[in-house]
């Protein structure tokens, strides 16, 4: 009972971890060499001072730019600290211990929506240090890249931010005009405007108006703001006009993904227990030597390799060890290897390979016979290809797996419909099935993997297929 206690405790403590931005991104702050301190400092000292700035925040997406949170999953785990967390595609789900079950979307595309870049972090810091001296403005280049929207946007802003009344049916240039004069008005009250324009790339596009009349107004003393662009694009100061660039401070902070290294060690950070918790020491000891030594394996660094071939973002991470806490054993209080193992068998979809659990043997021969062929570097092939590579295969193994024509050719139909393979390219539309050129959707490893999890799948075809070649 005891230990299952001290399992319930460690788990909830290692949920609230991963669902609190401050503690996940905790040495960013503790280190003076990180691009959270550089763009602190940048910023700190245009409120200070009472200067102007602009920069370029630069790096792909998820290299750290953006740096995941869930605000609003964290009062939740702090209300129901046993609450169970299930994953979806698209959303996470907390059901509490009274039964109730919230939902939030979380993702959309490519990045993250609900994200505390690492220039809120600076942000936040600041308006307890200045509470009075700030006021951000928020663009993206996706809504706002047409001039005259974004212009509407920054006076609907600043009417909000200020307690004015804005008016809907004011033209562009009235919109730029109060916007050049807002920035006069706060200059004179020393408050610094800043402007956070996400997708920077899309602003530089067409005239560039905005950028133009934002980077001339900041021009003048009596305007106290700072420009922060972000873009996933490292030329993005390149694309700036001549007249944009010259009034434009080249600063640019360059984000690069993580190593592997830097993942362990967030991973160490997130995971360890401190000694110093209300939690048993005996217990803290064990399961700290216990995770020390799974971070020491080789198998471990293969999961984070496999984990971070497909994702190496932060919100991955934070995604997987939910998972990893989720696989705790409870009886022990322990994690291990398995959950580490369990957890990226559930990160890694594979809709392919579940496809060709359901395949008959006869599809199996001949998604065989079609990646044989491609190994032969024969470039273009047919049905008819197919077939006398499949009858070859018949006479040199004299196996029973013998099919008439017809029925091949519905297994063959039966492969396009399933989209394992497709016409090789989009000509001959009134030429006969049999004799357009086909090609594989699947690679040789997903094959391999498929054949061998498959309990129906004859010995031949898994040694035709040579899996050591590629497993």
């Known amino acids: 009972m005891a230990a299952a ?22 040495p960013l702050r503790s280190s003076p060499d990180t691009n959270y301190s550089k763009l602190k400092y940048l910023v700190d000292s245009s409120v200070s001072e009472a200067c102007n700035n602009s920069v370029l925040l ?29 994953f979806d595609e698209m959303c996470i789900y907390v059901i509490c211990s009274v039964g109730t079950v919230s939902s939030f979307f979380y993702q959309l595309g490519n990045s993250c929506f609900i994200s505390l870049q690492v220039l809120d972090m600076v942000l936040e810091d600041l308006k307890k240090e200045h509470p009075d001296a700030i006021s951000v403005i928020r663009l993206n280049g996706m809504l706002h890249s047409d001039d005259n929207c974004a212009t509407k946007e920054i006076a609907r802003q600043l009417c909000l931010e200020h307690q004015l009344s804005f008016s809907k049916m004011a033209s562009s240039d009235d919109n730029t005009n109060f916007m050049i004069d807002m920035l ?10 800043i402007f956070v324009l996400e997708e920077f790339d899309l602003f530089a596009q067409g005239k560039q108006r905005l950028l133009y009349s934002l980077l001339d107004a900041m021009q003048t003393l009596t305007s106290q703001a700072v420009v922060i662009g972000i873009s996933c694009r ?47 020491k005996n217990y803290v000891t064990e399961y700290n030597s216990r995770l020390t030594s799974i971070f020491g394996n080789k198998k471990f660094k293969g ?13 991955n991470i934070l995604r997987f060890l939910f998972r990893v806490v989720s696989y705790m ?13 369990h ?14 659990q359901d395949l ?43 099919y008439a024509t017809t029925v091949c050719f519905r297994a063959f139909e039966h492969l396009l419909d399933r989209e394992l393979i497709t016409f090789a390219d989009s000509k001959g539309r009134n030429v006969a099935l049999e004799y357009r050129p086909v090609k594989l959707l699947i690679s040789s490893r997903e094959l391999a993997q498929s054949l061998e999890l498959n309990t129906t799948c004859p010995a031949v075809l898994q040694k035709l297929l040579d899996r050591e070649r590629y497993m």
């Open 234 to 280: 490292l030329d993005a100061d390149q694309l700036l006009e001549k007249r944009v660039r010259s009034r434009f401070s080249h600063r640019k902070l360059l984000f690069v993904p993580s190593s592997l290294d830097g993942i362990q060690r967030l991973m160490e950070h997130l995971l360890m227990l401190d000694k110093d918790s209300s939690l048993p």
């Open 360 to 402: 008959s043997i006869l599809e199996l021969y001949i998604l065989v016979c079609m990646n044989r062929l491609e190994d032969k570097e024969q470039n273009s092939y047919n049905f008819n290809s197919i077939m006398k590579e499949y009858r070859s295969i018949q006479d040199a193994y004299k196996t029973s797996d013998k």
């Open 58 to 86: 630069l790096g792909p997406r998820g290299c750290g730019k953006g740096a995941v949170r869930f605000p609003f999953l964290y009062p939740h785990s702090v209300a129901c600290p046993n609450a169970d967390v299930v």
């Open 329 to 341: 054993d409870m009886e022990s209080g322990l994690l291990s290897m398995e959950c580490f193992t």
């Open 184 to 193: 006069r008005e706060c200059g004179l009250a020393h408050k610094t405007v």
């Open 5 to 26: 206690a001290a399992a319930n405790q460690a788990q909830a403590v290692l949920r609230g971890r991963l669902c609190d931005p401050a503690f996940v991104h905790s």
């Open 343 to 356: 957890a990226l068998s559930c990160m890694q979809r594979q809709p392919k390979l579940d496809s060709l």
């Open 303 to 315: 999961i984070l390799g496999s984990l971070t071939d497909a994702d190496a973002t932060t919100s």
